[in-house]
């Protein structure tokens, strides 16, 4: 019994043996048919973890990179053509109508690969970056249109040999400079191209075409002593700066006015005297008051329009031209009044101001305005109408005043106490020989074109008056 038992056992053992053979055959079959598909799958595919140029390539053909390596090449790549360390211009793929091909490369690199080590690829982590040459082709048409667009092989006059020279006025450092002088240059044209050419297929990212460029010199540096001596000049007259106070406006010359009026003549420069007398002309007609007609309000709030008297400034217009060249000639910082042959009481259009003797020639009767108010009033005696003596109507100031005058003429000679010319020899005193004032006595029985007034009023009257104050006189 036990003798059947035992050999039971040992067939159900051979048995089980029998299968677990079987068994082990299929899977080393399995897994050696799956290591024999991959051994043949990578003959034509690049292992795992594989890069060419950068891109990756895992478990790709050849032709499903040969295309993104191409691209990334055509991205990346671009030429420098060179003048020493000076770049003239880059050719691009896009320029050379350029076109990369990988494949020659790629399909050596999958020789080059052992397809039975792919389980060492899949399980290693290791980064295998290769580096192929890709081939390349170039469009000769469009590399020629390229470098004939950038005219940098034709010896254009941006090229010619240019001399260093004064440059225009510079608004933000107030200056003239000196701008540098250039390099003259010319490029052997066939020369280049063939280095152009060579550089592309051997796909090099730069070259010098030092060794092709024939160099001239210019004639003038910026370290030309007459050129500087020069610049010189020219600053100074730009760094003048003259600040008017043109009857009460503020006026300023300076290098951005002073630029436009500078002239060259045989390699000096000066200002234009024609233009510097046409400035002050122009803003003596702009701001000067002698002479001109004046809107004036009375003391009874008639609204006149007064002829133009000797009054109110004007500019010595050939005086200041010749003070304002000096200026600028000698770069000077000033502030100033321009030079006038005239002046006014007050500055400004309104040159009257608020304290001045109102004359009203038609009613005989004068007021000192002080400040706006009426400080004193009284009548007087004027020019005699009827002998054609009539006193000027006109707005005037003060030329001085005296006491103790003596007036002459051509038929008379009269003592005053108190004489205040304003125009020429017109003017106001005190008339002690005259028993009234006022009213119609000087159509018939007037002066010789003076305002006689009493002795009180003239007297009064004088204490206030000084050179230039103003006179108004008007007839309604």
């Not at 470098?147 to 933000?172: E, Q, V």
């Amino acid at each position: 019994m036990a003798t059947e038992t035992n050999e039971a056992v040992k067939q159900e053992t051979k048995k089980r043996n029998k299968y677990l053979l079987v068994i082990a055959f299929l899977a080393v079959g399995i897994i050696a048919g799956i290591y024999l598909y991959n051994v043949a799958y990578y003959l034509d595919h690049f292992l795992p973890h594989t890069y060419v140029n950068s891109v990756e390539c895992s478990n790709l053909s050849v032709t499903e990179v040969k295309n993104k390596v191409a691209d990334t090449q055509k991205r990346s790549y671009a030429l420098s053509v060179k003048d020493d360390d000076e770049e003239l211009f880059v050719v691009s793929p896009e320029d050379a109508g350029m076109i990369f091909d990988a494949t020659a490369g790629l399909e050596q690199l999958i020789k080059d690969q052992n397809p039975f080590l792919w389980p060492l690829s899949i399980l290693s982590s290791k980064k295998q970056d290769n580096t192929i040459k890709l081939s390349m082709a170039y469009n000769e048409e469009a590399l020629n249109n390229y470098l004939g667009s950038l005219g940098i092989l034709k010896y254009t006059d941006d090229k010619k040999p240019r001399n260093a020279y004064i440059g225009t006025f510079d608004p933000n450092t107030r200056q003239f400079e000196i701008v540098p002088e250039q390099r003259g240059y010319y490029i052997l044209e066939d020369d280049v191209r063939k280095l152009i050419v060579a550089a592309l297929n051997n796909q090099q990212k730069d070259i010098s075409v030092s060794a092709k460029i024939c160099r001239k010199t210019p004639k003038v540096t910026s370290s030309d002593k007459e050129l500087i001596e020069r610049l010189n000049c020219l600053n100074t007259m730009a760094c003048a700066s003259i600040t008017y106070d043109w009857n009460g406006t503020s006026v300023l010359v300076d290098g951005e006015t002073i630029r436009n009026w500078i002239i060259e003549e045989d390699g000096t420069y000066r200002i234009d005297e024609e233009q510097v007398a046409s400035f002050v002309a122009e803003m003596a007609d702009k701001y000067d008051t002698y002479g001109k007609e004046r809107t004036f309000k009375t003391i009874q709030g008639e609204e006149l329009i007064l002829p133009g008297g000797a009054y109110g400034w004007r500019t010595d217009q050939k005086a200041e031209t010749e003070a304002l060249l000096a200026d600028i000639m000698a770069g000077g910082v000033v502030e100033r009044e321009p030079v006038f042959d005239s002046k006014g009481y007050v500055k400004g259009a309104n040159d009257i101001g608020t304290s001045y003797v109102e004359i009203d020639l038609t009613n005989q009767h004068l007021y000192l305005i002080l400040d706006g108010e009426v400080e004193l009033e009284s009548d007087f005696v004027s020019g005699d109408i009827s002998k054609r003596r009539r006193t000027p109507p006109g707005v005037f100031g003060i030329t001085y005043k005296k006491k103790n005058a003596v007036l002459r003429g051509a038929d008379y000679e009269t003592p005053v106490n108190y004489w205040m010319p304003f125009n020429r020899n017109i003017g106001m005193h005190d008339a002690t020989w005259r028993r009234s004032f006022g009213g119609e006595i000087y159509k018939t029985n007037g002066s010789h074109g003076c305002i006689n007034l009493p002795k009180k009023s003239a007297a009064s009257i004088y204490e206030y008056m000084e050179k230039n104050f103003p006179v108004v006189c008007y007839y309604y």
